[in-house]
């Protein structure tokens, strides 16, 4: 009986979530189209980043890459959730964003706030998060509502790390990089949280989209913010590296091209990050 009941919340439409865009309008077999198709970004940034990265990657922190391969992921759980409206998908979608989050968390989280058991080795902090975010998955298939909280709770010290860590930076292409991080992730918010209050207004006027807008914004704001960590960390840990933002495809795109980080001063061997 229980098997059948998870069969049954894996099918379309099996989702208690509903955004304001209206159901099966576009194409009939995708529940929201313009929800689905906007989460375009998500498959065509982070290739571009793993490319722009492989420097970085291999004389630093190879685990950048598991950062932008995540965001697919995101890119996909999104997808298939606004495509089917199932449990399933919406858990896909969710998880995603947590498993972005924690592996940011423990690869990025500045060795000077850490616990002093974990400042020498960051495996042990690692390992921690690991297991975590296990846990919070496991948990979250029996009560959905769980990660949720999970999303909301650790939205808000990322957010309020980004800041410090401005707050630090001496480098002006950076600093300013983050800003338009957090004003992106300001307007994807304010988007998420109209499409859910304001839906009937919004309806009216026949633009029930800003969850489209939430998925174009927030693919923005996590991709810069990401660079910007993967910057302070390189330049807090391995200063002597020399590491810059440039931008791709030329630095006359600045600010408008796609940033990445990059380091001056390469060892002839490969010296990754291990801790």
């Known amino acids: 009986m229980s098997s059948l009941r998870l069969w049954e919340q894996l099918r379309a439409g ?21 929800n689905t198709i906007s989460n375009v970004l998500f498959f065509i940034l982070p290739p571009i980043l793993i490319g ?27 997808t298939y959730f606004h495509a089917t409206l199932s449990f399933l998908g919406q858990m896909l979608d969710e998880l995603a964003i947590l498993w972005v989050l924690m592996c940011a968390i423990a690869m990025w989280f500045p060795k000077r706030y850490l616990p002093r058991m974990f400042q020498k080795n960051r495996f042990h902090f690692k390992l921690m998060v690991g297991v975590l975010s296990g846990v919070i998955t496991c948990l979250a298939f029996v009560k959905p509502v769980i990660n949720s909280v999970s999303l909301m709770t650790l939205g808000i010290p990322c957010t309020a790390l980004l800041i410090t860590e401005l707050r630090r930076c001496e480098n002006l ?22 499409d859910q209050i304001f839906c009937e207004m919004w309806s009216t006027i026949n633009f029930p989209y800003l969850h489209c807008v939430w998925h174009i914004l927030i693919c923005l704001a ?3 913010g990401c660079v910007c960590f993967a910057y302070f960390d390189a330049a807090t840990e391995a200063p ?36």
């Open 173 to 194: 292409r950076v600093f300013k990089l983050g800003l338009i991080s957090g004003v992106w992730w300001a307007l994807a918010l304010l988007c998420w949280i109209s």
């Open 14 to 34: 099996t989702s208690e979530v509903d955004w304001c865009e209206g159901n099966y309008l576009i194409y009939p077999n995708i529940a929201e189209f313009y």
């Open 240 to 275: 002597e590296r020399g590491p810059v933002v440039l931008f791709w495809p030329s630095e006359r795109w600045a600010f408008i091209g796609v940033p990445y980080v990059m380091l001056l001063h390469t060892p002839r061997k490969s010296s990754v990050k291990r801790n």
């Open 222 to 224: 996590s991709y810069l």
């Open 52 to 78: 722009l990265f492989q420097q970085y990657a291999t004389h630093y922190n190879r685990g950048i890459y598991v950062i932008w391969a995540l965001l697919i992921v995101v890119g996909i759980g999104s």
